[in-house]
């Protein structure tokens, strides 16, 4: 099942495929044709005054040109099989980083972050390793048991039965072992991965551990988890680490019957000594592929495992886009009608929520933590469906647009800052194409984060991440919001989008963006005061229902939910 | 990769007794040919059947002394691998936990994450090869050349000449490939770096409707690798064929020579067999030799990786004062300056803050306030002047005594994952049931549900703010510093914290960062920072008369300066 899947993905590759079987044919002709050449010429060379000169050379040059050609088309195959093998991967990678791209944000929310880049790389790299030695190792070794059998039964069918019968064994030993290894390697990726996952929280919350003394209580817990790993993986390599000096013994074995049987053979005078030495060299041939396959088994085993956690990730449903409706250009009309939403079925978020936006109003949306005003953002954004009624933009249900293009009615700033790995330049510049110098500084004028780029040691040229250097949380709320005032959108999402940011700023900032966004419509999640007040629709939300509505002053007098709320503020 | 010697100490008996071992059972392979060899030579030709079945005895005999001798090397390969690689990771954990945040900053968590698992397991590989490997194969090599000296010096030449040409062609194969395994590796980090910030951008990235340029970046890394993948796997592939080349080369040469040796009557039919199978030998051996040389290469550059960190030693030495005499100025700025590098990120600062007092910091973004309170529990050291508390220069405070004096909610609100009663107990180990109410009351943080996934990922952002200020709390701290840690909570929970803490926390020092000025006019003295300094200290009123600065907050966010005083 999954193999079948798994080669589907090398398809593209199917005359490198070809080639690679072509190739390892013929070197595995060529190879099992050396011994033939050297058992020959042993065979001129019986003893004193009994050497055959003449013959000699004749035998030596075919040697000389199999074992080449050989060599050759040897190189040929891991050549072909690395190109079939890396690419495929590629093409693995690619494909589940497009799925990441696809599937529904609940996906991206509820599955751990750490899981995911394992199964991107890791689970992909074994999968990677097992297909190259699979392609090589398994196709060469099947051919080269199947090539030595017929030589070995055309030379002599005694002996050849012999190790047709013996070499098996060391097949049966390996997968013994293989077997009672597995358990143990099992025991210990998950021993592993939990250790993993330990250091990940604990590392990452090393300040926090500093804070509080936790060193010694941090170290007691890891000191746990390492002993287990310690007790299984102390078992797995030993288990693993029995193969080779079995399947050597078994393979002693082989050696020393064939070594016997053909020597009594040769005082029968059944065969000469050359085809024994012949033998030897089959015996041996013929038992390096039953190990390597036999390591091959346990190695796949595990790659089949890790592709099933890919092929996991791709079965996951896509986000449905099948929006086909163009929406005019000068978006600004939200209306939303009686919807519900809720994360799990368990509890209830959102409920029975109407509301009508006009062209160019400012709404401000306020609410006690875990109300529901994130939540609102995801639904109008679709991030998530709601689970019944609609929202529209324009008269035209979300639903019936392209999520691009509804995505693209929006700038968007949320309070957790997302930077990437890149210039100051390039994160400013994330939501356009061109890259347009002018308007970068402009941007970062008008988010006042001007002044801190330009003291940063290269300026805008300085490569930033979110969890490198000293820059602030404020600092990089301002960075977001320079990235937004780039964009030209027609309405605007602000989520605590400034609440790392000092008021002063804050203010101007705001007072930026309202430069930009005359005549747009904007949403504003904020617990301050400075940036509820002059909103034209301030929406007081509480367990996931909008308790009352209106304009600050009579939100104020009507002496609500939202006065009491004013007053925790100003006391 | 000797520095990390150390932690094999506890191993030398293994190391010593399982090559032992193991070179036992290469002795034993090396007999066998020479065992075929007399077959031939002394059963074949004289036709002794008994002969041959005596000697097939003594190879089964040496295989299955052999066998358990490798069973044994096997054995304590793995206790000394498994127990070094434990004890690296525990003594490395230990280390840094040691560490201060200049270091962290400097090291970054994702790299030390790497070196602790990752790396870690590239060495405990190397121990095991080391014990299971270096003996067997140089002196199956070795060997099998003192081998056909043995039977017969003038051909061994042959062997002589071949095997250095075999091991340097394996050496400068591996000389072309090293550095691309340490590209691969970096480019493999290059594509786990995308992958990480598109799993945490997913939100950014869809709502710029970005994500062609992601895939773009994200393929470009892709192909980059699988470029440089096919690039190595061309070269290594070269391996193999060209030394097989080489030792056929050789055979052929045995056979012509050794055909004027036999003719000579100085070397008989077997014999030959034995040094062609010799050859074989040698071959397959330099080839493992090679695997090892990469299983080295490999290690060595881990334990470059984790060096760094042991050699990484903290900047904050703990001092000796356990017990504060004076307890009534909880915390002295003396004239203090910080800077991470050149740049000064405050400078002269100077404030004092009696036990029981409310101390608020107020500022711009990036005016330095949460460098100022980052001071005060030593997570960096002034560049210059000094703080104390309770009169002690924290410098001469006992690490653990300071921080037991002084607990602080950070601005990032982070979690552990377990239960809440598990992340309160953070801050005080032995708490009762009983204190760990207490403080999630204070905390407002009550009603929490009580399992926490990673990351608090099931925690809306108040939540965690109000359980990492509960966690402070419980240890009844001398000085607890909230940095900014209200932003997410409602003015109403914001309210009935700072009441709360007012009523139950009446020795404690309190100092508040935050960027609302009403949260902090009630405060006993009030700083507003700018550019790295203190540009007023003093109480609400005086300061809305007085500082200008401070009165362009207040009004900004309307907040009056109010009647009294």
């Given amino acids: 099942m999954i193999l079948r899947r798994l080669l589907k993905y090398t398809k593209p590759y199917r005359i490198y495929i070809f080639l690679v079987l072509i190739c390892s044919v013929v070197s595995i002709l060529f190879a099992l044709l050396n011994p033939v050449f050297i058992g020959r010429a042993i065979d001129l060379i019986v003893d004193s005054n009994n050497v055959d000169f003449s013959g000699l050379p004749k035998i030596l040059l075919m040697f000389l040109i199999t074992f080449t050609s050989g060599a050759v088309f040897q190189w040929l195959m891991s050549y072909f099989s690395n190109i079939i093998t890396y690419r495929t991967v590629k093409d693995l990678r690619t494909q589940l980083f497009q799925k990441l791209n696809k599937v529904p944000l609940k996906f991206n929310d509820t599955t751990p972050h750490g899981d995911i880049i394992n199964r991107a790389v890791n689970d992909i790299d074994m999968v990677s390793d097992a297909l190259l030695k699979g392609f090589t190792q398994l196709f060469t070794g099947l051919t080269t048991i199947i090539g030595t059998l017929i030589f070995m039964f055309t030379i002599n069918i005694g002996i050849a039965v012999a190790v047709a019968l013996l070499t098996p064994l060391s097949l049966i030993v390996a997968t013994f072992i293989a077997r009672m290894s597995y358990k143990y390697f099992r025991r210990q990726s998950v021993t592993q991965s939990e250790l993993t996952g330990y250091i990940n929280e ?340 509480n367990d996931g229902i909008i308790v009352e509505q209106g304009k600050h002053e009579a939100l104020l007098s009507a002496g609500g939910f939202y006065s009491k709320l004013y007053e925790a503020m100003n006391s | 990769m000797f520095r990390l010697a150390r932690f094999l100490k506890g191993y030398l008996k293994e190391l010593i007794i399982g090559p032992l071992f193991k070179f036992t059972e290469a002795v034993f392979e090396l007999i066998v040919p020479l065992v075929m060899a007399a077959i031939i030579d002394n059963g074949v030709k004289n036709n002794d059947a008994a002969y041959v079945y ?185 391996l193999n064929p060209l030394t097989a080349v080489i030792m056929n080369s050789g055979i052929i040469l045995i056979l012509r020579f050794g055909g004027f040796r036999v003719e000579a009557g100085n070397l008989s039919q077997g014999q030959l067999i034995a040094f062609v199978n010799y050859m074989t030998q040698i071959m397959l051996a330099c080839i493992v030799v090679a695997d090892v040389v990469i299983i080295f290469t490999k290690a060595s550059a881990s334990a470059a990786r984790i060096n760094e960190i042991f050699g990484t030693k903290s900047s904050i030495i703990s001092g000796s004062v356990t017990e504060f005499a004076n307890r009534e100025i909880a915390v002295k700025f003396n004239d203090v300056a910080f800077a991470y590098n050149e740049k000064p990120i405050l400078e002269n600062i100077n404030l004092e803050i009696k036990k029981g007092e409310t101390f608020g910091v107020i500022g711009a973004t990036g005016s330095g306030k949460s460098t100022l309170v980052n001071l005060i529990p030593r997570f960096y050291d002034v560049s210059s002047g000094s703080i104390e508390i309770f009169g002690v220069d924290i410098r001469n405070i006992d690490l653990e005594t300071l921080r037991k004096a002084v607990h602080i909610v950070p601005q990032q609100a982070n979690v552990i994952s377990g239960t809440v009663a598990g992340n309160i107990r953070w801050g005080n180990e032995s708490a009762t049931d009983d204190e760990i109410d207490e403080a999630l009351r204070i905390g407002q943080a009550v009603g929490i549900n009580s399992i926490i996934e990673q990351n608090g990922k099931n925690l809306s952002g108040g939540q965690k703010q109000r359980l990492t200020i509960a966690r402070a709390i419980v240890g009844k701290p001398d000085i607890l510093i909230l940095d900014d840690s209200t932003s997410a909570l409602d003015a109403s929970t914001d309210l009935n914290l700072r009441k709360a803490i007012a009523e139950n926390l009446k020795d404690t020092a309190v100092i508040i960062v935050s960027q609302r000025a009403g949260t902090l006019r009630r405060a006993d003295k009030i700083a507003v920072m700018d550019n790295g300094e203190i540009v007023g200290l003093d109480t609400h009123f005086n300061l809305y008369d007085n500082c200008t600065l401070y009165r362009e907050i207040c009004e900004s966010q309307a907040v009056s300066r109010g009647g009294e005083s």
Wanted: include cysteine; proline fraction near 2%.
């Fill in chain 1, 202 to 541: 604990y590392v990452g919350n090393l300040k926090l551990i500093k804070a509080f003394n936790y060193e010694t209580r941090a170290q007691k817990g890891f000191e746990k988890i390492n002993a287990d790993l310690y007790d299984c993986g102390l078992k797995a390599q030993f288990f693993s680490a029995l193969t080779n000096p079995c399947t050597r013994f078994v393979n002693g074995l082989v050696y020393a019957a064939v070594g016997i049987i053909g020597a009594v053979s040769v005082i029968g005078g059944y065969i000469t000594v050359g085809q024994v030495s012949m033998f030897l060299s089959y015996a041996n041939q013929y038992t390096k592929p039953f190990n390597e396959i036999s390591g091959i088994i346990a190695q796949l085993q595990a790659a089949f495992a890790s592709a099933q956690r890919v092929f996991e990730v791709f079965d996951e449903p896509e986000e449905s886009d099948n929006g086909t409706y163009n929406v005019i250009n000068s978006a600004g009309k939200v209306t939303i009608n009686d919807i519900y939403f809720s994360y799990s079925n368990e509890k209830k978020l959102i409920e029975n929520l109407s509301l009508s936006v006009s062209q160019g109003e400012h709404i401000a949306i306020v609410g006690p933590t875990g109300c529901g005003k994130t939540t609102l953002i995801n639904l109008l954004m679709r991030f998530y469906d709601v689970d019944s009624g609609e929202i529209k933009i324009e008269d035209v249900n979300i639903k019936e647009l392209k999520r691009e293009d509804l995505r693209k009615k929006y700038g968007m700033v949320l309070q957790d800052t997302w930077l990437f790995t890149g210039t100051v330049r390039e994160n400013i510049a994330y939501g356009i194409d061109s890259i347009c110098e002018e308007k970068i500084k402009s941007a970062a004028k008008n988010a006042y984060a001007d002044k801190f780029i330009e003291r940063l040691p290269e300026g805008y040229d300085t490569v930033i991440s979110e969890d490198s250097g000293h820059l602030s949380q404020g600092q990089k709320q301002l960075l977001c919001i320079a990235r937004v005032m780039m964009l030209d959108a027609p309405m605007l999402i602000l989520d605590e989008a400034t609440s790392n940011i000092d008021t002063h700023t804050e203010i101007a900032v705001h007072h930026a963006f309202s430069e930009m966004m005359k005549g747009r419509t904007s949403f504003v999640i904020a617990h301050r005061l400075s940036t509820i007040r002059e909103a034209d629709l301030i929406l007081v939300m």
């Fill in chain 2, 54 to 238: 005596k000697m097939g005895a003594v190879l089964i005999i040496l295989g299955l002394t052999g066998l358990t001798c490798a069973l044994i090397c096997q054995y304590l390969a793995s206790v000394a691998s498994q127990g070094t690689g434990t004890i690296i990771r525990n003594e490395l954990y230990k280390h840094i936990n040691s560490l201060s945040h200049a270091e962290l900053d400097k090291l970054g968590a994702h790299s030390v994450i790497v070196r602790l698992t990752g790396d870690v397991n590239q060495i405990q590989l190397a121990v095991a090869m080391l014990i299971r490997l270096v003996v067997r194969a140089p002196f199956l090599a070795v060997g099998a050349v003192i081998m056909t000296i043995i039977i017969d010096i003038q051909l061994s030449l042959v062997i002589l000449c071949v095997t250095p040409i075999i091991v340097l062609v394996i050496y400068l194969i591996m000389k072309h490939l090293t550095p691309f395994y340490k590209l691969i590796q970096s480019k493999l980090e290059r594509i786990t770096l995308i992958v990480r910030e598109n799993l945490a951008g997913a939100r950014v990235i869809r709502a710029f409707s970005n994500q062609e340029k992601e895939q773009k970046r994200f393929d470009e890394a892709g192909n980059d690798l699988a470029a440089t993948a096919v690039k190595v796997g061309r070269l290594s592939a070269l």
